[in-house]
């Protein structure tokens, strides 16, 4: 194998298969990316028996053949290659890798104990890669980190006709977007449950890239596999059992007694100010009445913090509730519009974020509901 | 304790009572072999006999041991069956936390009445620093001995009393008082006391540190005190070997920290056979983690990490930690999140003892809950809290989850081990149920 290609071509393409790879695979050849050079095309993958990654880059050929080397390691030199022309050649159990004057010899593992991967499932239709990126950055911000519940940890997408729903919660607050796509079966109706973190990754580097995102789903719930393909990029990921993934849309409370607007980048500089005064978790506590916002945290004998910020309130009776700060700014920085709208039923209910326009005119497709934190006196 | 037996028994008058405690405000009480104690007080006719509490299954430890029954050789931490056949005509008797935990309670009362500056070091032992109290109660030495008046007369238990200038002279002096003494070491005599002793006697120097110490030629705290400082650390390390140092010549600058409070709390259960059985496991870890919301609600706190310990037949032993999301003091967290690290680890060997710990303490007062989405109203902490108070009411068996009825894990196995606080420097990070050999 011996291949001539642009640096930044190579380095993107081995970053996206890299970038998923264990640092302590449960067998060494997992830790690699292979790289294969067909017909002046070079195919990188990337698997590690829960997530595959594929990339293809065109590149100049003077012989076919594949290597396979760490993954890791590859991605930082590609990385911080000057920006020339690479000549990479396999000679013996080596890669030798020349940029300019930078020469890398790697060693090489062995290509054919290196798995299959899986291929890509039935394809179920295509959504552009700009929004579904900005959609799922809304939405996986509230999936769980905790394995205790491996439900929490997943992204549930609901394909359902012309709508795409995204969906995510740690039990302590919720996001759903819905956006539209294009599915190959106008009737389609599936869903599935994707590990958020590989969703945010798959993401944030297919999303800059624009154009049409490809979503593949095996077509019996029980395949659990679900792929993505834009441009020369591909990647499957398996799926976690979302069999009982509770009724979660249920949680919305179906009417409101108060409502708020609050400009969302003066709230979120005044929770983050605020809440310097607390532990991660200590709540901050929301004051609304018809005179604005108080926001406040700490106690009586630690130290405390208030500030008042403009908003309008559209209720009987003033409202106070106390939210995990950083659950609180989660739901502000998905938003996406100027304004923040709450709504509210009663202090100790849940409360709706929703994103409105300058004027305070509601932006459907997004809702971050969130439960307040109850203060034992 | 243990180690005061090796020390000299003979009651030295430059440290007995009439000593000059100038510049002596540290006070050590360590009550005397406690939870033997509270038995003894409510059982008076076993007094003056050798009695062991411990667990009495096949596996239990000693937890404490009467000094008749020390006379035998009988140790606490030792095995029980080790202990009968030392001393088999001693009365044993398997532990009553909640008992010990009331009598530590009237005991830390009666020390607060002398200074608020009360560390608890464990159930039965605290550090005081009386020097406020020199107008109210007297000299250091006075309040020593009215603290252990009051403790005898009052609550019917000894203790013994060590008074020094630092914190850990003054614990090697109420280990040398004991027991039912009291020891003042003068500021002026340190060196002289501490400098004979084993270097094993030196707080952070365990069976490891003394083997080392004593590889490179020091047996005794005078060898380390006078010992360049290169040969110390090449013993123990750089770090070890500065705070020893300084220790060997008794400087000890850390002041009696009444904020000072437990930074775990912990709960574990030895089997009498190894099991290999996971739904036994998983009963066992229901009824720990009961036990250590349990405590953790009695004692005003909510915890952040979950951790198991979980010791296999060969004693390899696996610790598995995860923080959570919010802070808790419910079991049912604790017992899922304990569930979800064992079923990760899922050993493939049987299973000798089984540990919950939680860590990341704070206080729970003012604390925040924070409720899941879509819970009751009244969740899963109200329902243990009401459990609380029927348990206060109608004992410890009263409410219990269903999978723990018919026998309870803990209940078939009968050594509830104790977990040995540790010596070292963290020796007052207590383990929950450490309440410390008594």
Redesign the interface.
Known sequence: MKFRVERDALADGVAWTAKGLPARPSVPVLAGVLLRVTDNVLHLSGFDYQVSSEAEVPVHADADGAALVSGRLLAEITKALPGKPVEVAAIDAHLELTCGSARFTLPTMPVEDYPTLPALPERAGTVDATKFAAAVAQVALAA??????PMMTGVRLELNGPSLALLA??????AVREIEWQPDQPEVSANALVPARTLADTAKTLGPLGGELVIALAAGAAEGMIGFAAGDRRTTSRLLDGANY?A?R??FPASHTAQARVPVAALTEVVRRVSLVG?R???VRLAFSGDGLVVEAG?TEEARASEATEASFDGEEPMTL?F?PQYLLDGLSALSEPTAVFSFVEP?K?AVLAPATEEGEIVPGYRY?I?P????? | MGRSQAMARERDDRFGPAADDTGCPILHVDMDAFFVSVEVRRRPELRGLPVVVGGIGRRGVVSSASYPAREFGVRSAMPTARARALCPQAVFLPPDPPAYAAASRTVMRILQDATPLVEPLSLDEAFLDVAGAARLLGRPVQVAALLRHRIATELGLPCSVGVAPTKFVAKLGSARAKPDGLLVVPAGLVREFLQPLPVAALWGVGERSAEALRRVGLRTVGDLAHAPIGQVRSAVGSAAAEHLHELAWGRDPRPVDPELVEKSVSAEVTYDTDIADPLAVRRTLLALAGRTAGRLRASGQVGRTVAIKIRLADFRTVNRSRTLPNPTDVAREIFATAWSLFRALAPADPIRLVGVRVEGLGPADGAAQQPALGAPAHGWRDAETAADAAAARFGPAAVRPASLLAGGALTRQSSVARGARTRGEDSVSQGGDSGGPG
């Open positions: 769980g980190r905790d394995e205790t519940l919660t740690d039990r302590y607050r919720l509770p979660v249920n949680l532990e978790t200590t709540p106690g106390a995990n100790g849940p509901l439960q934190i109850r203060v034992v006196r």
